[in-house]
């Protein structure tokens, strides 16, 4: 399964959110917290691993993230192959091979690939609004909808759909739905940021 998503800047929070109430299913409010390693391979690509710490709260208010009861927290190990992929219109699409798995310890992860060469990388927090929506027509039968406060670059929409193929037909139809929610939110396809978050917070440090 691969997952294909596109990010993009909002504006203004509130009207996002009144906009997927109307179409799609409010699923959760997660904080996430990941930390992030790196591996050098001198001729090789560049292996990044993440150690994320979610913490699952309920659902009682928008806008108050920190006050709202803890539910669950749960720790993550992740690896992604990550690409982006021009399409024929000029935009490009994340499409990510990602391997997870669920730990119990964040501390004996992190020691263990300080150990085996992996260097501190970047951190990044997120508050998060999840939603679901019903796909209109494709292979995959929905998309997940994620609108993220990342400090300090401010707020995001994520929309992901996973998808069991990659071949150019099925990503071309997945792009056309991707966009098709995003405007559906009320968001343009000029807000559309094709830089990976490493990338704007690496360009926000050296401003």
């Known amino acids: 399964m691969f997952e294909v998503e596109l990010k993009a800047h909002v504006a ?3 009207a996002v959110i009144q906009n997927l109430n109307s179409f799609a299913r409010f699923d959760r409010i ?6 992030y390693f790196k591996l050098e391979r001198p001729g090789k690509e560049r292996v990044i691993a993440r150690i994320r710490i979610e913490e699952h709260r309920s659902t009682e208010d928008f806008f108050n993230f920190t006050g709202q009861k803890l539910i669950a ?8 192959k990550k690409e982006r992929r021009a399409e024929s219109d000029g935009s ?12 119990s310890n964040e501390d004996c992860v992190k020691e263990l690939l300080l150990a085996s060469g992996f260097e501190p990388y970047f951190s990044k927090h997120k508050d998060s609004l999840g939603w679901y929506a019903e796909c209109p027509a494709g292979f995959f039968s929905r998309v997940h909808l994620e609108l993220c406060e990342v400090p300090p670059l401010g707020d995001f929409l994520e ?6 193929r990659q071949d150019e037909e099925a990503l071309q139809e997945v792009n056309l739905t991707l966009k098709y929610f995003l405007m559906k939110s009320g968001l343009e ?16 440090k050296e401003c």
């Open 12 to 14: 203004d929070r509130a």
């Open 30 to 35: 997660i904080i996430k917290d990941d930390s």
């Open 73 to 80: 927290k749960k720790r993550f190990l992740n690896y992604k």
């Open 92 to 103: 490009t699409i994340e499409v990510n091979d990602e391997y997870e798995t669920e730990i």
């Open 159 to 164: 929309i992901e759909i996973i998808s069991p």
């Open 189 to 204: 396809l000029h807000d559309i940021e094709e830089k990976y978050y490493s990338e704007l917070l690496e360009n926000f």
